[in-house]
């Protein structure tokens, strides 16, 4: 088996090659439907058509720039460009076309004899300080005339189209004749409506199935539509009626002005307005991993491109279809999800369970016609063949088609996606966005969370509450001690402080409609920003005062950012903020109690350290402020200077641990996931918050990045079980955690992040989880879940939901399973020994729909239990077919077998069965008896380790739901329907003996529980 499997084994959770992908799907070649099979995989043709774009992309913005750069040299005035009548009329003077021309087509010429950026601000009826306008009439008439900032999409399918697809079913297409030549040949026979029974009982089974399997399809599919809709949600910062505010990037329209930071995405096509050291990774859309840099001499943005680097303000010019990334995306929406290792392993086992029902249904075929040929043969009428004859050859064919319908259990790797749509849907509620589906498989299986600290295991709600300034450590916790500090410390130092807050930030403080300030930002800028206000500071003055000539916006690997101003009285400053140890290294004087500078000697360091790490030790992030003189011929092409700064002094900020996150994290510990701590902060503010959070323990270590990075292969592989926080870690830093994790101790690894730095570690970990409020959207991009209010307790949850869904899938697979075996053997031994079926083509068909469609939604939707999070994790070694699901299938198969085997051989004299009708009416027990079994079995499912089976079971509506509808529709088809399902009504004891033998499924199964089996 295992050989036959090797194929199926090859898909990993992530990062699957494509060869890998195709060599499952040819190995998968015993399917009933494809069409409905394959519906949850990647579409690889459409994926190597974006692939075939991509690279027509990047030709043609090389050609394009050549010949731009070459046309420039023959500009001669303005172009020969004519206005189209409605465009003027509504008020613009340049269309969508010649915009989206000069953007796509990275055309200089063009856009000077347009008047450059600002000649195509006046055409859009914009302004660079205001934006557009936001009144209803003036948006209508320029989204009319330059249309949506949104793409075309797959349109949603219908459910006749579900039906349609199930239809498709190679299996009950033969079924379908079949029924139809019973019908033909039973009219011509016995006449209507005697003759059509047999032939209509069939039609209706299929029918049946179809809308049944179409129904659950349907659901499935509006619940993975309100994924895709809550994935699509992405804002971005613009500015209209001169108030900057959050908007969805689907209501941008030309001559909106766009904020863009390090991490976005460029959400249209657009041009460069003002901007420092902005590095724009264009890989998404042309393949080109080299960053391209954007300025006034390159100002092209192009949609779907990352900001990799700096900061600037854009001009939306083309939206939509019009772009590039609209057309990429067209094609890329229909590439689909990469399927998950679990799918492709239950693929795997579908296939070789399918071969052997195959061979059984043409055993059971062959036997069958063998014994009424014989029978012919005796009779010596082998010449002249009657229409009942005809009729049981024809039942035959249908009974090893059926027996193949059941043997073939599509329902398999079916299941796991019903599962998956299931949890993802639940998760949303509780505040988890599923982008990846294999990521619900493996995030049960993890072994190790590697967390993030600010915004994930503390609030992210931030505020100064100490200060060292002029050598004084100060609690500044309310806006009336930050204006106590603000009158105490000499003027001039007050002044550089207050420059330094509102100079040297991204963040920003604005004022709509004469409503209260608004400050946005980082949390960290925020809090500064409002201690600065609080101080008694003025933003836009203090702004209105300087000009900026460079920045350095801050990251993860510097751990700091810089910024150039020019004074109104002549001569630069260079002001930088950071990490503390990193920024008092740089600093070389530090501004005294009288507000003078002094050299820093090694008292005031001592000080200065000594109040950073007190701060840290009371669990604060520390920052310091410094500046100094660059003289008047600072240069923005040079770097802003990395030492001889003058330190202005030490900020405090508060940032409290999350509520339920010691408990989130006990939890963790006691499901056997070791949780460890990455943060960029001071060692000392992450030990404080880590012991807080209970992550750090007596006999745990706490490390910083550089020592880490340092040690050799031999030390970490001793050092890295121990570590349980990292500090002062850059990205490269918590790969590297991450990969050997991975590849030398085999943990299944999950890893949270929000910054552009984390991307590596998302992408190299087994599960990335990227932060939904701080997250940026490059972090989001390569995640493969996104934690949407940034808390831990979700990451927890996750891990509960991702465990719930391999258990359940596994309570399936058992049930299912052990349907196959029973139904199989049944039918093929029966055939053999007697020469007749005992469970016809319709009764196969319910007994299908039970184990396939309503089984997966009875087991596969049972929601997670806290005991879930008592067990250890499975690992990456862990057998999907466990030694307990074994014993189970085995035991209650051969408890089955052993009761319908009973009824077959000894029914008749136990029940006193007599008369002309005994074979139909022993049939019939067998065959409720067989459904009853699958009902209590059901039952059992729920827990294949634990007595208590009826725990929470009403708290399943879908469960009792199912089973109801299961065991009245039985009733229905054994009372009622017996001229179509070929049954006959029993009496209340046949009744209670039947479900009786059904019921005593459950105390074998609580017997086969106590059964120690090793944990393969």
């Not at 450059?116 to 009319?144: A, C, H, Q, W, Y």
């Not at 082998?382 to 009974?399: K, N, P, R, T």
């Not at 500090?485 to 003027?491: D, V």
């Not at 420059?499 to 946005?520: A, M, R, W």
């Amino acid at each position: 088996m295992g050989g036959v499997m090797k194929d199926f084994g090859d898909v990993k959770a992530k990062n699957t090659s494509e060869e890998a992908l195709r060599r499952w799907r040819q190995a998968c070649w015993l399917v009933k439907n494809k069409k409905r099979r394959f519906r949850f995989i990647a579409n690889l043709s459409k994926r190597s058509e974006a692939a075939d774009i991509r690279r027509s992309f990047k030709a043609n913005f090389r050609v394009a720039v050549i010949v731009s750069q070459a046309a420039l040299q023959f500009i001669q005035g303005l172009s020969d460009y004519k206005v189209p009548e409605d465009v003027s009329a509504a008020g613009f003077q340049i269309d969508a076309d010649e915009l989206g021309s000069i953007v796509e087509g990275h055309d200089l010429k063009k856009l000077r004899s347009h008047g450059g950026v600002e000649g195509i601000v006046d055409k859009l009826s914009t302004s660079l300080k205001e934006g557009i306008s936001n009144s209803k009439e003036s948006l209508s008439e320029r989204t009319r005339v330059y249309g949506v900032n949104k793409f075309i999409e797959t349109p949603p399918r219908g459910f006749w189209f579900f039906v349609w697809e199930a239809l498709q079913d190679t299996t009950l297409v033969i079924l379908a004749v079949c029924a139809i030549v019973s019908l033909v040949v039973g009219i011509v026979m016995e006449g209507w409506p005697n003759g059509a029974h047999d032939g209509l009982g069939i039609v209706a089974s299929i029918l049946l199935v179809v809308f049944v399997t179409a129904t659950s399809d349907y659901k499935q599919s509006l619940q993975f539509k309100d994924l895709d809709s809550e994935k699509k949600k992405i804002t971005v910062q613009v500015t209209r009626n001169g108030c900057r505010q959050k908007l969805s990037i689907y209501d941008l329209l030309p001559g909106d002005i766009v904020h863009l930071n390090i991490g976005d995405q460029v959400p249209a096509d657009g041009l460069f307005i003002s901007g420092f050291s902005v590095l724009i990774n264009e890989s998404s859309l042309t393949g080109e991993s080299e960053p391209v840099s954007v300025h006034a001499g390159n100002p092209f943005l192009m949609s779907g491109t990352k900001v990799q680097d700096g900061s600037c303000r854009m001009l939306v010019t083309t939206v939509g279809m019009r772009t590039q990334w609209g057309k990429l995306m067209a094609t890329l929406s229909e590439g689909g999800d990469d399927e998950t290792p679990l799918q492709v392993k239950l693929n795997g086992v579908a296939t070789i369970i399918g071969q052997i029902g195959l061979f059984f249904a043409v055993v059971t075929f062959a036997v069958l016609v063998r014994g009424l040929f014989a029978r012919k043969l005796q009779e010596r009428s082998y010449l002249s063949w009657s229409g009942d004859e005809a009729m049981q050859l024809l039942e035959y064919f249908a009974v090893a088609v059926t027996i193949v319908v059941v043997a073939v259990p599509e329902g398999l790797p079916l299941a796991v996606t019903l599962s998956l749509a299931f949890a993802m849907k639940k998760m949303m509620n509780d505040k988890a966005l599923v982008r990846h589906l294999a990521a619900c498989e493996t995030m049960g299986s993890s072994t190790t969370i590697c967390s993030d600290k600010t915004g994930t295991l503390t609030t992210n709600h931030m505020t100064v509450v100490k200060t060292c300034v002029c050598q004084k450590v100060v609690e500044v916790s309310t806006s009336d001690t930050a204006l106590a500090l603000s009158s105490e410390i000499p003027e001039f130092a007050k002044k550089l402080l207050l420059q330094s807050i509102f100079s040297n930030t991204v963040g920003e403080v604005v004022t709509c409609d004469g409503q209260k300030f608004e400050i946005l930002g980082t949390p960290t800028e925020t809090a500064i920003l409002e201690f600065g206000l609080n101080m008694g500071g003025n933003f836009h003055a203090e702004r209105a005062k300087v000009n900026i000539v460079k920045v350095e916006p801050f990251n993860s690997l510097k751990k700091k950012m810089g910024v150039v101003i020019e004074l109104p009285e002549g001569g630069c400053l260079a002001h930088c903020k950071g990490a503390s140890e990193i920024v008092l290294a740089a600093c070389d004087k530090v501004i005294d109690r009288n507000g003078d500078v002094v050299p820093l000697d090694e008292s005031s360091l001592s000080f200065l350290t000594t109040s950073i790490e007190q701060f840290a030790n009371e669990a604060l992030r520390t920052l310091c402020l410094a500046y100094m003189e660059v003289g008047n011929d600072f240069s923005p092409e040079k770097a802003i200077p990395s030492e001889g700064y003058t330190c202005i002094g030490i900020v405090g900020i508060k940032d409290p641990v999350r509520p339920g996150v010691k408990e989130s994290v006990a939890i963790c510990r006691s499901a056997g996931i070791v949780v460890r701590m990455v943060t960029g902060d001071n060692i000392n503010t992450a030990k404080a918050i880590a012991r807080e959070c209970g992550i750090l323990t007596d006999d745990g270590i706490a490390i910083e990045g550089p020592v880490f990075r340092e040690k050799s292969d031999e030390e970490l592989e001793k050092l890295i079980p121990k570590i349980q926080v990292m500090a002062r870690s850059s990205p490269l830093d918590k790969h590297k955690l991450v990969k050997n994790l991975k590849t030398v101790f085999g943990e299944v690894v999950a890893v949270t992040g929000d910054g552009t730095n984390d991307a590596p570690a998302l992408h190299e970990a087994d599960i990335g989880l990227a932060m939904g409020i701080a997250g940026t959207e490059v972090a989001k991009e390569s995640a493969d879940v996104i934690i949407l209010d940034d808390n831990f307790s979700t990451i927890a949850t996750v891990a509960k939901w991702g465990r719930s869904v391999y258990i359940n899938i596994q309570k399936f697979v058992q049930f299912q399973l052990t349907v196959n075996v029973v139904a199989l053997i049944v039918n093929f031994s029966s055939a053999c020994l007697t020469g007749n079926a005992p469970l016809t083509a319709v009764q196969l068909l319910w007994v299908n729909m039970i184990m396939d469609t309503l089984g997966a939604l009875a087991l596969a939707t049972e929601p997670p239990s806290d005991d879930l999070m008592k067990r250890p994790p499975v690992g990456r070694k862990g057998k999907f077919i466990s030694n307990v699901m074994w014993r189970n299938i085995l035991g209650q198969s051969l408890y089955q077998l052993v009761i319908l085997w009973y009824l077959q051989t000894n029914g008749k004299s136990v029940f006193h069965l007599d008369d002309s009708d005994a074979d139909l009416i022993l049939n019939t027990l067998i065959f409720n008896s067989f459904v009853f079994c699958q009902v209590f079995n059901e039952i059992s499912s729920r827990d294949m380790e634990k007595l208590n089976v009826f725990r929470g079971i009403l708290k399943n509506y879908v469960f009792v739901a199912v089973l109801a509808c299961t065991v009245i529709f039985q009733i229905v088809i054994i009372e009622f329907l017996g001229t179509f399902a070929n049954t006959y009504p029993l009496s209340l004891q046949q009744w209670a003996v039947t479900v009786l033998f059904g019921f005593l499924g459950m105390p074998v199964a609580a017997l086969l529980k106590m059964i120690p089996v090793g944990s393969g």
